[in-house]
């Protein structure tokens, strides 16, 4: 029973923080104006990632890593493949979480799903100010960074922080109402690739336990 708890926490968070840098500065640069670039002009992109789950002590409590793929509007795959295997995909009107160790798929629909997410913030559509205030949070790191706190607080996200250089989103803090972080990083992006459609349809595996929410 415990296993099976560990991993339905582990699929909540994974929902939550689903979990998304910019030109370098300029003077008149703003974050919020390259990742608005980010958004307009990429209508596609691929992927890898690494994600770094933090206790509020900054101490690490998990680390996952694998691919992602995205072709607005809201069709995404984000595939877990270490330390455990997890799928997560839109079809662009449904949204499928598999879970291989528990043979387990959950559906939902896709726009109650990932609204007011970060999955809305990389994924999603130009329409973000709707759902999220942004504003500045300055350069570190050798990165632009923009924060984007959601309208509703229904999500259990508090803030998300977006590292921006070159174009390209390089990394995301993710603060949940726990005061747990999630760290994503980002690489080897390609914009505006073909991708072949048939990453984003998904068919329950034979004897899985299908859930629709």
């Known amino acids: 029973?415990?296993?099976?708890?560990?991993?339905?926490?582990?699929?909540?968070?994974?929902?939550?923080?689903?979990?998304?840098?910019?030109?370098?500065?300029?003077?008149?640069?703003?974050?919020?104006?390259?990742?608005?670039?980010?958004?307009?002009?990429t209508r596609s992109a691929r992927g890898d990632f690494r994600q770094q789950?933090?206790?509020?002590?900054?101490?690490?409590?998990?680390?996952?890593?694998?691919?992602?793929?995205?072709?607005?509007?809201?069709?995404?795959?984000?595939?877990?493949?270490?330390?455990?295997?997890?799928?997560?995909?839109?079809?662009?009107?449904?949204?499928?979480?598999?879970?291989?160790?528990?043979?387990?798929?959950?559906?939902?629909?896709?726009?109650?799903?990932?609204?007011?997410?970060p999955a809305a913030i990389l994924f999603g559509n130009e329409a973000l100010d709707r759902d999220f205030l942004f504003s500045e949070a300055g350069e570190h790191e050798g990165l632009l960074w923009l924060e984007a706190q959601p309208r509703s607080r229904e999500a259990g996200v508090e803030r998300i922080i977006i590292g921006l250089k070159a174009g390209i989103p390089q990394a995301m803090d993710v603060v949940d109402a726990f005061g747990r972080t999630s760290r994503f990083s980002f690489r080897m992006l390609e914009r505006n690739s073909p991708i072949d459609a048939t990453l984003f349809g998904f068919r329950a595996p034979a004897g899985a336990d299908v859930i629709r929410q």
């Open 53 to 117: 789950v933090l206790h509020p002590s900054g101490r690490v409590i998990e680390t996952m890593e694998g691919s992602f793929a995205f072709s607005r509007p809201g069709r995404f795959r984000w595939e877990v493949r270490k330390p455990y295997e997890q799928l997560l995909v839109a079809d662009g009107e449904q949204l499928h979480f598999y879970d291989r160790d528990l043979n387990q798929v959950t559906i939902r629909k896709l726009g109650d799903a990932i609204a007011s997410t």
């Open 1 to 41: 029973m415990s296993a099976v708890c560990s991993r339905l926490s582990r699929r909540g968070l994974l929902l939550v923080a689903l979990a998304v840098s910019a030109w370098p500065a300029a003077a008149s640069a703003t974050a919020y104006a390259e990742f608005q670039a980010f958004i307009k002009n």
